[in-house]
T-cell receptor, first 114, second 114 residues
Framework: SQKIEQNSEALNIQEGKTATLTCNYT??????LQWYRQDPGRGPVFLLLIRENEKEKRKERLKVTFDTTLKQSLFHITASQPADSATYLCALEELTGGGNKLTFGTGTQLKVEL | DTEVTQTPKHLVMGMTNKKSLKCEQHMGHRAMYWYKQKAKKPPELMFV???????INESVPSRFSPECPNSSLLNLHLHALQPEDSALYLC?????????????FGDGTRLSIL
């Protein structure tokens, strides 16, 4: 069966440290992988997108890697701040008969403590 | 504020009622989506419209009826819902229905079925 799992339900880290979130998938062949942030009571907000043939993508303090052999993506936030506290969702993009669709992972709730 | 506007923000309805959820975007996007999100779970795709035509229906029960009257508007008509349909309903849009397109989400309608 198809699964998209993110490393843990919750991750607590100290301010200033690097947060590393994991997204593992089975029985998918995604062409793209996207990362979103979701705050309580809000819709997801797009952060980064990476293609299957890209190893790494960066945007300010964010970095994403994509390893199609391991079927895994890592999402890093460097110099983390309390404002980075949120739920982070990975999403796989696949082409289906009706068009492309996003399937979301289980999410990781990140809490950055002072 | 998000660029995708959903109304109402909250809706409480009985199982015999008929109501509609509305979604509007003015970014010129030609693909629009409905997702359902239960508490502490990821968003799940329900419907996708591309150029006002239904492209993907993820085997959603017929008590949910989508409509795309024009390129800026997306409705979800609700009738005879069940208590298990209580959830956050998210609308999203993207420039086109093709790969490599981030999705822009509204903040959702929180629906409670009595």
């Amino acid at each position: 069966s198809q699964k998209i799992e993110q490393n843990s339900e919750a991750l607590n880290i100290q301010e200033g440290k690097t947060a590393t979130l994991t997204c593992n998938y089975t029985n998918y062949s995604p062409a793209y992988l996207q990362w979103y942030r979701q705050d309580p009571g809000r819709g997801p907000v797009f952060l980064l997108l990476i293609r299957e043939n890209e190893k790494e993508k960066r945007k300010e303090r964010l970095k994403v890697t994509f390893d199609t052999t391991l079927k895994q993506s890592l999402f890093h936030i460097t110099a983390s701040q309390p404002a980075d506290s949120a739920t982070y969702l990975c999403a796989l993009e696949e082409l289906t008969g009706g068009g492309n669709k996003l399937t979301f992972g289980t999410g990781t709730q990140l809490k950055v403590e002072l | 504020d998000t660029e995708v506007t959903q109304t109402p923000k909250h809706l409480v309805m009985g199982m015999t009622n008929k109501k509609s959820l509305k979604c509007e975007q003015h970014m010129g996007h030609r693909a629009m989506y409905w997702y359902k999100q239960k508490a502490k779970k990821p968003p799940e795709l329900m419907f996708v419209y591309s150029y006002e035509k239904l492209s993907i229906n993820e085997s959603v029960p017929s008590r949910f009826s989508p409509e795309c009257p024009n390129s800026s508007l997306l409705n979800l008509h609700l009738h005879a819902l069940q208590p298990e349909d209580s959830a956050l309903y998210l609308c999203a849009s993207s420039q086109e229905l093709q790969m490599n397109q981030p999705q822009h989400f509204g903040d959702g309608t929180r629906l409670s079925i009595l």
